[in-house]
């Protein structure tokens, strides 16, 4: 590994989307994709009466929403992978990541990270989206200072942070394609449907540690496959997205039998084959 050079400006780009790239399409997007689909949707979701057409979501709200996840995961992944632990884990499991190819220094990464806090929580006031800045800022480093994320107590952080980014995507999708909805509540039917996301997310999320094994268990990290075992935690993933897939169609009562049918399938076929573990982990978000 070669020692970092150091930072210019015109590096930052670069880096930030090397911190950022293996979760931009898995996580970013997706809950980028969650805040205009529901904004399409809003009097079912939230108090807002009025539903933004297809071409203001796509032109005024998508751009500040995809920045709002971008840059708190940002945050995320610079806190996650600063860590010794992760510079070693990564070694291993993510070996093209920039500490781990010694593009940066862990010094240049914390003060990179000093920089980055504040300017993401000036973001997050500008959209009107405070509150859920400061609270996954909050749960970020729950999850790598506190190392809730080397314990089972993992997935339950990452599910709140999951239903956070998502209210906060909504509530931005909101504010800016409309004109009447800056403020809104999440109305009874959204609160549920977001708790069904979070039990999707914390009973299906062990499907991304079952490649990560060599990695975690050098790092010492608790996770399903490593505490129950592998096969037991197929077993589990698999069943749970059968579970969830009736337990959608079942809530919203409108989804076509061969789309839950086939979301089964999908997902016992991931879960049950090791040579997937690499695509399982990126298609995690699809099931989710």
Known sequence: MSAPKNLRLVDLPGLIWEFTENDFATFALPNAGFGLLAASVAPTLTS???SPGAL????RAAPPVILFNWANLLIFDVANQRLPESVTEDSLNKPWRPLARGKISPIQTRQLLLAAIPAV???GFVLDASWETALIMLLTWMYNDLHGGDELTRDVIIAIAYDVFLMGSLRIALGTATETCSEVAVSTTGYQWLAMIAGVIMTTMQIQDLRDQVGDRTRGRKTWPLVVGDSVSRVWIA???CLWSVASVWFWGE???LISAGTMALGGWIDFTPR????ACDMG???G
């Open 276 to 279: 997937t573990d690499t695509e």
């Open 56 to 59: 203001s979501l796509l032109l």
């Open 121 to 123: 929580l000036g973001l």
């Open 285 to 287: 978000a699809v099931q």
């Open 48 to 50: 807002c009466s009025e």
């Open 239 to 241: 069943a749970c997205v």
């Open 255 to 257: 989804v076509p039998l």
